[in-house]
């Protein structure tokens, strides 16, 4: 059975930092096959996409909002993919979630069948 399990969440003032990790377990394949993603719910609002990462970590997708702030990884060797967060911006204030797909990059997240159970940031003005 597939696991995400996500880390790293916290309440920060804007302008900083924090970095996501989503480590994964039980999988069918190798991490290493698996689009990995990120997607961010706020309270009252649907859950959007935020960032997704190809198998090698070669292609990088990210909504307009958060690029060149954010940034998405990975490590095959670890099973673990992150999400780096830098000049946070209290819009930025979300549960993320973690999830994997062994499809390609999609900011659909009908297309990821497995999730994590999210980790909450707070960003303060």
């Known amino acids: 059975q597939v696991k995400l399990v996500e880390s790293g969440g916290g309440l920060v003032q804007a302008g900083a930092s924090l970095r996501l990790s989503c480590a994964a377990s039980?999988?069918?394949?190798?991490?290493?096959?698996?689009?990995m993603a990120w997607f961010r719910q706020a309270p009252g609002k649907e859950r959007e996409f935020v960032a997704a990462t190809s198998w090698s970590g070669g292609t990088t997708d990210y909504t307009d909002s958060v690029k060149g702030r954010f940034t998405i990884s990975r490590d095959n060797t670890k099973n673990v993919a992150f999400l780096q967060m830098n000049r946070l911006k209290p819009e930025d204030t979300a549960v993320y979630y973690c999830?994997?797909?062994?499809?390609?990059?999609?900011?659909?997240?009908?297309?990821?069948?497995?999730w994590g159970q999210g980790t909450q940031v707070t960003v303060s003005s």
């Open positions: 039980g999988l069918t394949f190798p991490f290493s096959t698996y689009t």
């Open positions: 999830a994997a797909s062994l499809s390609r990059s999609s900011a659909s997240r009908l297309e990821y069948p497995y």
